[in-house]
Every structure is written in C-alpha cells, then in structure tokens.
T-cell receptor, first 111, second 116 residues
Framework: KQEVTQIPAALSVPEGENLVLNCSFT??????LQWFRQDPGKGLTSLLL?????REQTSGRLNASLDKSSGRSTLYIAASQPGDSATYLC??????????FGTGTRLTVIP | GAGVSQSPSNKVTEKGKDVELRCDPI?????LYWYRQSLGQGLEFLIY????????KSGLPSDRFSAERTGGSVSTLTIQRTQQEDSAVYLC??????????????FGPGTRLLVL
C-alpha cells in the first residue's frame, strides 16, 4: 500500500526566508504528484502538478521537484511571505487513479 | 460511521444521462467539500459547504454541475447531461469547524465515474 509522509509536520520561519518541504512515498509506481495548500475554511488549492516523466515544475516563487526512483519530492518556497502560512499537502496519484495524501506540513511565516 | 462514506463506489453511465453522487460526512462535521480528480489533471476543488449553505462554488466546472446538502449532513453532487470529460474520481471530505482548532479534512474513498 502506498504511504506518503511529509517532513516536517510543522515549520515556523521568519518572513523572507527560503524553505523546503519534503514529501516521500513508498511506491515509486506513480502517475503524478501534486502539491496543495490547505487554508482554514477553504478547499484544497492546487499549487503544482508534476507528471511522473517530469523532474520539476515551477510557478512563481514555488518550485517542486520529483525523484521517482527514490520516492521523494520537495517543495521549495522562495522569499516566504506571511500569506504563505497554510498547511501544505502532497499527494501521489497511481495509475489506478487512487489518491494518496501526505500527512501535511503546517507552515507559519512570521512577519 | 467512523469515516466519510461515499456512494456509489463506482458508476458507469452513458453520455447525456444524469448522475447523482452521495457523500455522508463524519457525524458532527459541519464543513463538507467536493473535489474531482482526473488523470492528468490532479485534484481540483469543486464546492464547499458550511452547514447547508455553499459559500464557495468557485470550482464547479459548468452549470451542469450542482450540489446540495440537507440537514447539515448528507450531500449530493449532481451532474446533468454527462459528458466523457466528466469521467473522474469524485472525492468528498468533511471537517469540524471550530474557531481556533486546526481543520483537518477527512476524505472519503471516492466515487469513480466513467462516462461512455
């Protein structure tokens, strides 16, 4: 069974710092991997989607990498802002169209 | 039940037919969310309920999609005149809304919809 783990569980950083969130998965037979942010009172917001054939995706200050063989993905956030405070989730999607979510990292950016 | 349940688990329908998907949230959870997951598209948010009202319908892809929630519990997502591009896994999640408490969304197993 696919298991997705995110480290750290919680992270506090001062505004302006660059940071990295980690996601690992046990079964490398994935179709794609997606990073989300979760804000209270809202649904999940998709940030980046990486197809299994890709190694990274970039959107603004966000960069996500994927190393399928080692079962790892990282989300890099540059020049963090207080508005980045949220819970960040990664999810892997298998070819059977099953979705496995990570445990989440709760990020707090301190002004 | 102990978790979020959804029915049916699988649904195959013909193009042009209407379908109804059901979600039973965790008892006591006032917030309910619908998502859609398509191969190659990842997960996308559809609609969010707080109680019986839907303050955020921004994700519904077209007017063929509608959702309702009654009694602050069960929700149904209706897709009218289904199209092949509606084929996806439809996920429901619920959370307990309380000020000062971190909201964790608990997901159901999903309904796999295939439109032929």
């Amino acid at each position: 069974k696919q298991e997705v783990t995110q480290i750290p569980a919680a992270l506090s950083v001062p505004e302006g710092e660059n940071l990295v969130l980690n996601c690992s998965f046990t079964d490398s037979a994935i179709y794609n991997l997606q990073w989300f942010r979760q804000d209270p009172g809202k649904g999940l917001t998709s940030l980046l989607l990486i197809q299994s054939s890709q190694r990274e995706q970039t959107s603004g200050r966000l960069n996500a990498s994927l190393d399928k063989s080692s079962g790892r993905s990282t989300l890099y956030i540059a020049a963090s802002q207080p508005g980045d405070s949220a819970t960040y989730l990664c999810a892997v999607i298998t070819g059977a169209n099953n979705l496995f979510f990570g445990t989440g990292t709760r990020l707090t950016v301190i002004p | 039940g102990a978790g979020v349940s959804q029915s049916p688990s699988n649904k195959v329908t013909e193009k042009g037919k209407d379908v109804e998907l059901r979600c039973d949230p965790i008892s006591g959870h006032t917030a309910l969310y619908w998502y859609r997951q398509s191969l190659g598209q990842g997960l996308e948010f559809l609609i969010y309920f707080q109680g019986n009202s839907a303050p955020d319908k921004s994700g519904l892809p077209s007017d063929r999609f509608s959702a309702e929630r009654t009694g602050g519990s069960v929700s149904t997502l209706t897709i009218q005149r289904t199209q092949q591009e509606d084929s996806a896994v439809y996920l429901c999640a619920s959370s307990f809304r309380s000020a000062g408490v971190r909201e964790t969304q608990y997901f159901g197993p999903g309904t796999r919809l295939l439109v032929l």
